[in-house]
């Protein structure tokens, strides 16, 4: 049977248990490997970091390798003052003890509610039946125990060739609402059994985040937790990846970039609330960066993804956020706009032109669950593609009373 | 009977029709000023402009007085190139022949759907209709004419004393959703009758966009047509406002300053969707602009807002959108949050340390229609306050299927 999830990795196990962090759900998780597995992260850029980031960032250039990864949801151990840092470090200790390794082998997350204690009363019991729960193939458990309001597991895995040996690359993750570049309420977890220095794990990593989970948004809210950490445990037994300009950098380069690329896009399509997948794709801006802004304020606009919740091909609103995106020298005249679904291609702006559009064909053509908006700016070649979804009562429903 | 509108103000009529834009609703609009009024305005910072603003901007350096404020819903006249301003001169043209006056003092504005041409057919033959619509209190029709999504008519009036003699001002506005700073899809226009230099009218104008209209946000879009004018005819008799240190001016300013607050909460209070009016309070920020980009992405927040809507005093999402403001040397450990309405005050943070709170009083105190949310960055004494209101699942209703 295909493990499309970490365990898909040799090498590799994994598990997850009801803590009673929540009510009688699976709440805590653990990814495990005993012969410890070199790591690379990337974490929030929100100033208000919860305490388990700053743990593990402060182990990043520390830590060369380690063994556990353990995440619980429900509470985000965020704005919890020196009393998050001193859960976080107990429960480093606690699953060091249980699984005979270092507090440093183990990298800590959360996710849930901020500002509220950790229940340390129930989570340090649990830490021991952690063990038993591990399994070969028990990704499809941690993929569950991880997810808040998800209403989705999102994994993916693959297997490739490098040096003419066979490695693995598996992944799941979470994230649905505060879903904003740099980056959102998510939780990313990628094993591989490639073997790769560190620094070149990282530089992948980083590269491969800012062109994938920087580039989804759900609510334009960032959060305090957001993680992706990638473990190579080097089992595969190719020779050592040590040169970025190698063939073999870049083959598993590209492997981590589909795999980071097919999360981003589980999670825009899982964003709370949402019916459809929206692609927001910039064509000749003036630059790359400027491609990026221009489709970030457009996959961010309220008007914009409430319009394609209610198949309104309403590209007023599109020109209206391009036009207060930041961007410079935004000339009306020279942009185009289509939309796009498998039921065809629609142009509705063409070089500033308002085009007649049969309105009943538009709305057939956005009553579909994968929609692309195109918007040509006719400038320059800077081109960016953005994910989102779009913009249902359902997302106000989710989060007026997430607590309760 | 109070006239709380712009006819108010002696010696300004207004008047509505319903032109066919709108099946069967007024949408067509009329001040009016015989004599001639000095004038100022403030229009959106939008890269992507509608005709009619393009228009008055470039009137606004060369044309010292206007004696027509046409105002038209349904259709906002932008993204429709040339077309667009051929169209807004016609207008122009239209109006100065049926008043009687240059084109050159009539000033064009719209609001409503963004990229089809103006129904010029029908718009043209309903000018002559206008003067008779006319009357001595007909800012009431006025600011129903305006509306678009709006649920509620947004009029102020005062009347206070310049140099002895007694000065009037009136406002109608529209706006409701796509509102943000700089400024949302909004319409304001103000009369008086007091006499002051163009200059200062318009350094008035500004400083009290600025403090008023630029600090409320619906859903962070902004929009190609907004536009605060003001007309001031001189009738009130008072010696010339010449001099911005002049009492007189600072009074003229306070007043006109209350104008704009108040419609500019009415509008943030009748945003889309809207069923509670929220005010952000920051305080102690390092400087007044910090405390303002605070309060704005706190304000912004979907997920704060849709929080607030279901009276969850989860201020989690308020810290979180403090991290991610933008603003730099965020320190949790001095942070406090409050919420208040007027069943009391309630401390939820203390400078980074969350308090127990009973979430039965917290749900009764945020269940009113008006809350504060207090933020004290603990940092220097940057202040600043900004206007929102809570999300509904109605917003999504409202803009699914605005065009339809």
């Given at each position: 049977m295909q493990d499309n999830t970490v365990t898909h990795v040799p090498g590799f196990k994994a598990g997850a248990i009801?803590?009673?962090?929540?009510?009688?759900?699976?709440?805590s998780a653990i990814i495990y490997c005993p012969t410890g597995a070199t790591w690379a992260g990337v974490f929030t850029r929100n100033q208000v970091k919860a305490a388990p980031v700053l743990y593990n960032q402060a182990l990043l250039d520390s830590q060369e390798t380690v063994k556990v990864i353990y995440s619980s949801s429900?509470?985000?151990?965020?704005?919890?003052?020196q009393q998050g840092f001193e859960d976080t470090l107990a429960i480093a200790n606690e699953i060091a003890s249980v699984f005979n390794c270092k507090a440093d082998d183990v990298l800590v997350n959360a996710t849930g509610v901020i500002g509220v204690p950790l229940p340390m009363d129930v989570i340090i019991p649990s830490i021991e039946q952690l063990p038993e729960s591990l399994s070969e193939d028990g990704g499809k458990l941690v993929s569950k125990a991880i997810l808040t309001t998800d209403t989705k597991t999102k994994t993916v895995a693959h297997t490739f060739g490098v040096s003419d040996v066979e490695v693995h690359i598996g992944a799941i993750a979470k994230g649905s609402g505060m879903i904003h570049p740099n980056m959102g309420t998510m939780l990313a977890y990628i094993t591989t059994d490639v073997a790769i220095e560190k620094a070149l794990l990282q530089k992948a990593l980083s590269d491969a985040v800012e062109v994938t989970f920087n580039r989804i948004t759900v609510d334009g809210d960032t959060s305090t937790n957001d993680t992706v950490l990638v473990l190579a445990n080097g089992l595969a037994g190719n020779p050592l990846i040590a040169d970025t300009n190698s063939v073999e950098y870049h083959t598993f380069y590209e492997e981590l970039l589909l795999v980071c690329e097919n999360l981003a896009k589980q999670i825009a399509a899982d964003g709370?609330?949402?019916?459809k997948f929206v692609t927001v794709k910039v064509d000749r801006a003036a630059s790359e960066p400027e491609a990026k802004e221009i489709a970030m304020a457009v996959a961010t606009s309220n008007l914009v993804k409430t319009a394609m919740h209610g198949n309104d091909a309403n590209w007023g609103r599109i020109i209206a956020a391009i036009g207060y995106s930041?961007?410079?020298?935004?000339?009306e005249g020279s942009i185009s706009i289509a939309f796009e679904s498998r039921v065809g291609l629609l142009l509705v702006l063409d070089t500033g032109v308002a085009l007649d559009f049969d309105n009943d064909a538009a709305v057939e053509l956005l009553d579909e669950d994968d929609i692309v908006i195109h918007i040509d700016m006719g400038q320059a070649d800077g081109n960016c593609e953005v994910w989102t979804c779009d913009f249902s009562q359902d997302y106000v429903k989710i989060n007026a009373d997430y607590r309760s």
């Amino acid at each position: 049977m295909q493990d499309n999830t970490v365990t898909h990795v040799p090498g590799f196990k994994a598990g997850a248990i009801k803590a009673g962090i929540k009510k009688d759900k699976l709440d805590s998780a653990i990814i495990y490997c005993p012969t410890g597995a070199t790591w690379a992260g990337v974490f929030t850029r929100n100033q208000v970091k919860a305490a388990p980031v700053l743990y593990n960032q402060a182990l990043l250039d520390s830590q060369e390798t380690v063994k556990v990864i353990y995440s619980s949801s429900g509470n985000a151990n965020a704005v919890t003052g020196q009393q998050g840092f001193e859960d976080t470090l107990a429960i480093a200790n606690e699953i060091a003890s249980v699984f005979n390794c270092k507090a440093d082998d183990v990298l800590v997350n959360a996710t849930g509610v901020i500002g509220v204690p950790l229940p340390m009363d129930v989570i340090i019991p649990s830490i021991e039946q952690l063990p038993e729960s591990l399994s070969e193939d028990g990704g499809k458990l941690v993929s569950k125990a991880i997810l808040t309001t998800d209403t989705k597991t999102k994994t993916v895995a693959h297997t490739f060739g490098v040096s003419d040996v066979e490695v693995h690359i598996g992944a799941i993750a979470k994230g649905s609402g505060m879903i904003h570049p740099n980056m959102g309420t998510m939780l990313a977890y990628i094993t591989t059994d490639v073997a790769i220095e560190k620094a070149l794990l990282q530089k992948a990593l980083s590269d491969a985040v800012e062109v994938t989970f920087n580039r989804i948004t759900v609510d334009g809210d960032t959060s305090t937790n957001d993680t992706v950490l990638v473990l190579a445990n080097g089992l595969a037994g190719n020779p050592l990846i040590a040169d970025t300009n190698s063939v073999e950098y870049h083959t598993f380069y590209e492997e981590l970039l589909l795999v980071c690329e097919n999360l981003a896009k589980q999670i825009a399509a899982d964003g709370e609330g949402a019916t459809k997948f929206v692609t927001v794709k910039v064509d000749r801006a003036a630059s790359e960066p400027e491609a990026k802004e221009i489709a970030m304020a457009v996959a961010t606009s309220n008007l914009v993804k409430t319009a394609m919740h209610g198949n309104d091909a309403n590209w007023g609103r599109i020109i209206a956020a391009i036009g207060y995106s930041g961007v410079p020298g935004v000339d009306e005249g020279s942009i185009s706009i289509a939309f796009e679904s498998r039921v065809g291609l629609l142009l509705v702006l063409d070089t500033g032109v308002a085009l007649d559009f049969d309105n009943d064909a538009a709305v057939e053509l956005l009553d579909e669950d994968d929609i692309v908006i195109h918007i040509d700016m006719g400038q320059a070649d800077g081109n960016c593609e953005v994910w989102t979804c779009d913009f249902s009562q359902d997302y106000v429903k989710i989060n007026a009373d997430y607590r309760s």
